[in-house]
């Protein structure tokens, strides 16, 4: 089993930015790739950033490419979302997650795969 424990949302005007962290443990946490999806009122769940068990690969949507840059600390078993210029459309609850398989060698951006995730983190952004 893996615990994953979000931090840093809160409100934000546009065009401020935010830090996100993902605190993992209960297990290894360097084999996994990570994600970071997020969840706005009445809709569906959203793929934001995922990062590959060595860190050195990286997948983002489009309405977030060039803003958003996920991160990894394996030593700290923790992995970080920095969210720039941020819109108000950004406003949601942002989930960590870890691949439910080690080792895998392609970047899932869907929620399946994902086995593990945390209680989600508020970010509300002001226009």
């Known amino acids: 089993q893996v615990q994953l424990v979000e931090s840093g949302g809160g409100l934000v005007q546009a065009g401020g930015s935010l830090r996100l962290s993902c605190a993992a443990s209960g297990r290894t946490f360097s084999p996994y790739n990570m994600g970071w999806f997020r969840q706005a009122p009445g809709k569906e769940r959203e793929f934001v950033a995922a990062i590959s068990w060595g860190g050195g690969s990286t997948r983002y949507p489009d309405s977030v490419k060039g803003r958003f840059t996920i991160s990894r600390d394996n030593a700290k078993n923790t992995v970080y979302l920095q969210m720039n210029s941020l819109k108000p459309e950004d406003t949601a609850v942002y989930l960590c997650?870890?691949?439910?398989?080690?080792?895998?060698?392609?970047?899932?951006?869907?929620?399946?795969?994902?086995?593990?995730w945390g209680q989600g983190t508020q970010v509300t952004v002001s226009s």
């Open positions: 997650a870890a691949d439910g398989s080690a080792w895998r060698y392609s970047i899932l951006t869907t929620s399946q795969g994902y086995a593990y």
